[in-house]
Nanobody
Framework: QVRLVESGGGLVQPGGSLRLSCATS????????MSWYRQAPGKEREFVAS????????NYADSVKGRFTISRDNAKNTVYLQMNSLELEDTAVYYC?????????WGQGTQVTVSS
């Protein structure tokens, strides 16, 4: 059974940092690309970052390039999202995604609120 559990969200001031984690189980994590998405109130869910099983291969949305870093620890079956220089527009629920043969598995999400 595939399970994804996000954590690490919270309230932070503009310019601050947070590190999100997504702990996984139920599939071969070390050979699976992983992604982070986010959904702000009233908006569609959007891509944030992805990482292949070769950790040097990453992709980022233009809106977070240079501020966010995705990484993974295959020994812990966990993917991370380090978020620096947070902006008001980064406020959203953040989700991790695992896809397998066209089926998407999402976690429950973790709320990130950037506010002064």
């Amino acid at each position: 059974q595939v399970r994804l559990v996000e954590s690490g969200g919270g309230l932070v001031q503009p310019g601050g940092s947070l590190r999100l984690s997504c702990a996984t189980s139920g599939f071969t994590f070390s050979r699976s690309p992983m992604s982070w998405y986010r959904q702000a109130p009233g908006k569609e869910r959007e891509f944030v970052a992805s990482i292949f099983y070769a950790s040097w291969r990453t992709n980022y949305a233009d809106s977070v390039k240079g501020r966010f870093t995705i990484s993974r620890d295959n020994a812990k079956n966990t993917v991370y999202l380090q978020m620096n220089s947070l902006e008001l527009e980064d406020t959203a629920v953040y989700y991790c995604l695992y896809s397998d043969q066209g089926r998407n598995y999402w976690g429950q999400g973790t709320q990130v609120t950037v506010s002064s």
